[in-house]
């Protein structure tokens, strides 16, 4: 059987180190961190991680600005909602939970955001910092399928790295990052031909496609680290729902080498890279008092 990568636990010691880190800092800074989370409508997948982001700020002591917008909020009332966080000096994180609504237009809403506020890493200068393999805010949940994979000992380096998914949000920040790890990596999507084939080629394959049980115990490479992060909430027969990942896990998890769950896998980290985003930001304004401090007494 495949060994379970736990997500959720790693969380939680990630989640104590940043709360020690924000009762130390709290006294200098004279404030908590604070993050703002919009969510426009009720996508299901998105309302579970928004609640879970909730909840994480409120243990860690992070101060939460998030708003729960109708779903026929316009473009102008949310460009209008970031500047005034862009502003706010208590607001040291903004997302904006994608997806969005068919008529809003999420790209020109992520160039709103301030890049040094951009937590989720997917404004332009932080994905071009990405693509050039510098300093600055990664998008938090491939950035935590990589911290997972390093505390697990996984090293990309020489593997054979199959994506599957392209979307801004996951897919291609994961490609970026595991090529940033020398992986050899090749990214799969709805238009690619032989999929079965492109899968069972893959040491570490991380899939990311919001479809329940696409990925089968023969598409997979024996050994193989899967890695799923797709979030699917389905109906059994007795009417009870549930979530389930992308990947059919009983039967995967008896060919796979390593292999994360849902829930308890990614979900938890992709928060926990949030928060810890926020708390570095946190941490930079701290520099920027200590530098304007320094800068003065000379």
């Known amino acids: 059987m495949a060994q379970l990568l736990n997500g959720k636990a790693l969380a939680q010691q990630i989640q104590t180190g940043l709360t020690q880190q924000i009762q130390t800092l709290k006294p200098q800074i004279g404030r908590p961190p604070g993050l703002a989370v919009l969510m426009v409508g009720d996508n299901p997948a998105s309302a579970i991680y928004v609640r879970g982001k909730e909840r994480a700020c409120e243990r860690l002591g992070i101060a939460s ?16 909602i970031i500047a005034q966080l862009n502003q706010d000096e208590r607001v040291d994180g903004i997302l904006v939970q994608l997806p969005l609504p068919d008529h809003l237009d999420s790209v020109a809403l992520l160039n709103e955001i301030d890049p040094d506020k951009d937590v989720d890493g997917l404004h332009p200068t932080n994905l071009g910092r990405l693509v050039r393999g510098e300093p600055g805010w990664r998008s938090c949940t491939p950035a935590g399928v990589m911290r997972l994979l390093q505390f697990y000992d996984i090293d990309p380096k020489g593997k ?10 996951v897919g291609k920040p994961m490609a970026l990052m595991l090529l940033e790890a020398d992986a050899t990596v ?3 999507h709805s238009r690619s031909q032989n999929l079965s084939s492109l899968t069972r080629c893959a040491d570490i394959l991380v899939t990311a496609v919001g479809r329940s049980g696409i990925i089968t115990a023969d598409m997979v490479k024996p050994g193989a680290v899967v890695i799923d992060v797709g979030i699917n909430r389905i ?3 007795t009417g009870e729902s549930r979530l389930v990942g992308d990947v059919q896990f009983e039967p995967v998890q008896s060919v796979a080498g390593a292999i994360t769950p849902v829930p308890g896998g990614i979900g938890p980290m992709t928060v926990t890279m949030l928060l810890q985003n926020t708390v570095w930001s946190y941490c930079q304004r701290l520099k920027g008092q200590t530098d304007s401090i320094l800068s003065q007494s000379v």
């Not at 054979?160 to 949000?169: E, F, K, N, W």
């Open 65 to 80: 600005f998030g708003q729960h917008l109708s779903v026929t909020a316009s473009q102008a009332e949310l460009t209008q």
């Open 235 to 237: 109906t059994d027969v």
């Open 186 to 188: 090749t990214i799969v």
């Open 160 to 169: 054979q790295a199959v994506v599957l998914g392209r979307s801004i949000l």
